[in-house]
């Protein structure tokens, strides 16, 4: 899937993307990246970015922005926030991930019963996150590894 017209690279490593002022409503992110055969991953590389509450990205810094590497047993936890709709796009988080000695997968995260997937040309139903609560949610990643 594109990585969108706002990627940045080289983003800070961090489990929270979340920086003061930060608007849009407290949300976390859990799940496992695994390999071909549903095993745990451990180190596997995980950059996320995405919109804040409003729809905007922060295209001057790293707002929003972070890396992180996945535990021993390929496990991720990422602190952010609910990202917002802008024109043309449903609720949305991008993410690449990598695992060691891998081919980089680039998609993105959408959440189930926004008001804009119906009209989003790239949403995919394969890639709604599982809500566990209102503020947080989870998804798995199944990826090559080397």
Known sequence: MTEGPYYTPGSPERRSIV???????????????????????????LDFWQADGNGAYDNAGYGLRGHQFTDKDGGYRLETVMPGEYPGRTLHIHVKVKAPGGPELTSQLFFHG?????????????????????????????????
């Open 114 to 146: 926004a008001a804009g997937n119906a009209s989003d040309r790239i949403f995919d139903t394969a890639l709604v996150v599982t809500m566990t609560s209102a503020d947080s949610a989870e998804f798995n990643f199944v990826v090559s590894a080397n």
């Open 19 to 45: 920086e003061p002022g930060t608007v849009g409503f407290p949300f976390t992110l859990t799940g496992q990246v695994l390999d071909t055969n549903c095993k745990p991953i451990a180190g596997a590389w």
